[in-house]
């Protein structure tokens, strides 16, 4: 399986997906492009895309994707 992690989460999450193949945005040098782009690019090389983003529901039609999307809830201390 093939993860894509957004450009807003730290890159250090990527060694808790051990048997994975985890890539983030930066590393793709996709940094920047906006959600709708960046899905469409993501669904050609991933499975899963992972984001902090709570909006994106909201701004794209996630059901025209052919990616999983998985947001993470981050809870503070």
Do not use: H
Not at 28 to 38: E, F, R, V
Request: glycine share 6%; hydrophobic share 45%; with cysteine.
């Amino acid at each position: 399986m093939k993860i894509l992690l957004d450009e807003c989460i730290d890159r250090r999450l990527a060694r808790e997906f051990v048997g994975y193949e985890v890539k983030t945005v930066p590393q793709m040098g996709w940094s920047g492009i906006k959600n709708g782009q960046l899905l469409g690019l993501a669904e050609t090389e991933f499975d899963v895309f992972i984001t902090v983003d709570r909006n994106l529901s909201f701004q794209q039609n996630l059901p025209q994707f052919n990616i999983a999307n998985e947001e993470l809830a981050i809870l503070r201390d």
